[in-house]
């Protein structure tokens, strides 16, 4: 019979046995390097709703999701900032709450992550499915942040001609919050499948997060990077939507927004 190694027979187990045996132990089953994350020319992020950690990874419904998870990085210890919705994506897209306690509307004046990202000669786009509200378009709170959304059906198919940085934004029915688990990840696999294969050998990286969790798990959340360059494997290291944003910045060479400069980029899921 073949011999398979440690690394194989891990990538065959179920994610959430993996985790179990990871937390076991008290070690991440992938180690920690001081690598940091490449130039992408492209990073898309894709922001789901309201689901802890737990019932993501342990979903038979999360299809994709997990298939995603085993070929890209899985963070354990991935944690949104607060409650409820709106605060979370302001946190993503401008490395601040800016005091906002719920999901009203609210008008913002400071720098966000669409502006840096303009002032250095680079693009940024949210992709934004018809009925999503305006809680989760977070440069709609900006003065002219209209100007940096678009509708769904303009996302390229041709990926290189992606913005540098694009967030896209299900409608309530596509990313959890309304619909199933199984309906949001099947759209998912529908958008974001090809992109997420092109991405591999084209120099690009896909992100999937949450705004927050379901108010059942200190606010862990599920994040996966998937794409070139990512050591697939699950990571222990602590991070939440800060740190997201402050390693897109890395990758995007700009200011560093708000409560991202003191958070570390991501330095354990790097090949």
């Not at 944690?79 to 601040?96: C, E, I, K, R, W």
């Not at 092109?198 to 599920?222: H, Q």
């Not at 070139?228 to 927004?257: C, K, M, N, Q, W």
Request: proline share 6%.
């Amino acid at each position: 019979m073949r011999k398979q190694n440690g690394r194989t027979l891990l990538r065959r187990l179920p994610i959430f046995f993996l985790i179990i045996g990871s937390s076991l132990v008290g070690t991440p089953l992938a180690t920690a390097s001081s690598k940091r994350p490449p130039k992408y020319d492209h990073v898309v992020m894709v922001i789901m709703e309201n689901h802890s950690f737990k019932s993501i990874s342990q979903a038979r419904a999360a299809t994709y999701l997990n298939r995603l998870a085993k070929g890209g990085a899985l963070f354990t210890h991935s944690f949104g900032v607060t409650h409820p919705s709106q605060p979370n994506y302001l946190a993503l897209f401008s490395g601040s709450t800016h005091g906002i306690t719920d999901d009203g509307w609210h008008q913002v004046a400071a720098p966000n992550l669409a502006t840096s990202l303009s002032a250095a000669d680079k693009t940024f786009l949210g992709y934004v499915e018809a009925g999503s509200p305006r809680k989760h378009n977070p440069w709609e709170s900006f003065a002219n942040g209209m100007k940096f959304e678009a509708p769904l059906n303009e996302l390229p198919r041709d990926y290189t001609k992606l913005p540098s940085v694009s967030f896209v934004i299900p409608n309530l029915k596509n990313d959890m919050h309304n619909g199933t688990i199984k309906q949001a990840d099947r759209w998912l696999k529908s958008h974001l499948a090809g992109y997420a294969r092109w991405a591999m050998s084209n120099n690009s990286l896909l992100i999937v997060t949450f705004d927050e969790d379901d108010y059942d798990a200190k606010n862990r959340i599920f994040t996966v990077f998937y794409g070139f360059g990512v050591e697939p494997g699950l990571y222990s290291e602590r991070i939440d939507h800060y740190t997201i944003l402050r390693t897109i910045e890395d990758i995007a060479s700009v200011p560093l927004l708000g409560k991202s400069a003191a958070r570390k980029v991501i330095r354990s899921s790097w090949k």
